[in-house]
């Protein structure tokens, strides 16, 4: 079996700079939002808006999502976790995606059922002023989500599954959030635009119900991605066909066990059972791996072939 190499000594949660950076963007973020909720909710309460009152309400949650996000890289980054740790704290990442795709699904379900209520149960609403204060809300998200936004992180590195390619999925559940704030904050300006001069009420809690749907089903696909890693899904940005490539064309090579997983944002653990009748020593295999494949983690056996 190989030693160990040098990059399992590496922190590699430790030195991704990323991280930091989107930690700050984070805090900045939480502050700007705080302030903006305030000023929704108390203004929804005071214009009777359904549509306000669960913009302000969804952003409101948001801030101890991002908060949380927050916390999140703080102890990812903490050098006594990283060193209690077997693969350091890369998993807090996904962990933090995770528990807030929970949270914004559990706002979805309470917006949905106060936009029913309020269409069963219709309120007067003071449209001027719940129009202007959501165009504010909206200006806060979009810039929210500007200062959030990665394009690194969303550009698709090959064609595989993109979510794989996420560098921060904490960073990611973050972005969503000010993106849906976004999107809700655009329903109730339409619903209050239709109620303004259509004199369409309804609109203003049937935009509630439609914001509730499409936030829900955002928070499904980032649970279902984040719980993927968490469960040491197997990689799809480094396929296992792809490692059995690089060795096709020795017939006297025979891979019978491997394993790819990722271990934090930009590290991937591996590792390979190789059998080979005229064995060439791990080095030979490790070097050709990591030749083509940016892996921390790397351990590799080889075995003579059983007759």
């Known amino acids: 079996m190989s030693h160990l190499s040098h990059t399992h000594e590496h922190d590699f949660v430790l030195e991704d700079t990323k991280l930091d950076s989107n930690e700050k963007k984070t805090m900045f973020v939480v502050v700007l939002t705080f302030i903006t909720i305030v000023v929704e909710i108390s203004y929804g309460y005071i214009t009777g808006s359904m549509a306000l009152l669960a913009d302000g309400?969804?952003?409101?949650?948001?801030?101890?999502?991002?908060?949380?996000?927050?916390?999140?890289?703080?102890?990812?980054?903490?050098?006594?976790?990283?060193n209690k740790l077997t693969f350091r704290a890369g998993k807090f990442i996904p962990l933090g995606g995770y528990t807030s795709a929970l949270m914004l699904g559990l706002v979805a379900i309470f917006m949905g059922v106060e936009s029913i209520e309020r269409l069963l149960n219709p309120t007067n609403i003071n449209f001027s002023i719940a129009i202007g204060v959501s165009i504010v809300g909206l200006i806060v998200n979009v810039l929210s989500a500007a200062l959030l936004w990665d394009s690194h992180d969303h550009e698709h590195h090959d064609e595989h599954n993109h979510d794989d390619h996420v560098h921060d999925h904490n960073h990611k559940s973050a972005l969503i959030h000010v993106i849906a704030d976004a999107f809700t904050s655009i329903l109730a300006i339409v619903a209050l635009f239709l109620g303004k001069y259509f004199g369409w009420n309804w609109g203003d809690p049937a935009m509630g119900i439609v914001g509730s749907l499409v936030i829900l089903k955002w928070a499904y696909g980032l649970c279902k991605v984040t719980v993927w890693e968490l469960l040491d899904g197997k990689s799809k940005t480094i396929r296992e066909e792809s490692i059995r490539e690089l060795f096709e064309d020795d017939s006297d090579v025979e891979i019978t066990d491997l394993h790819i997983w990722r271990i934090a944002p930009s590290a991937h653990a591996c590792e390979v059972m190789i059998y080979n009748n005229n064995p060439k020593g791990s080095e030979f295999y490790r070097n050709k791996i990591l030749e083509k494949y940016e892996i921390e983690h790397l351990i590799i056996e080889e075995r003579m072939c059983q007759h």
């Not at 999140?72 to 990283?82: F, G, T």
């Open 57 to 82: 309400w969804h952003m409101g949650s948001h801030v101890g999502a991002l908060g949380m996000s927050v916390m999140v890289y703080r102890m990812a980054r903490s050098k006594s976790l990283n």
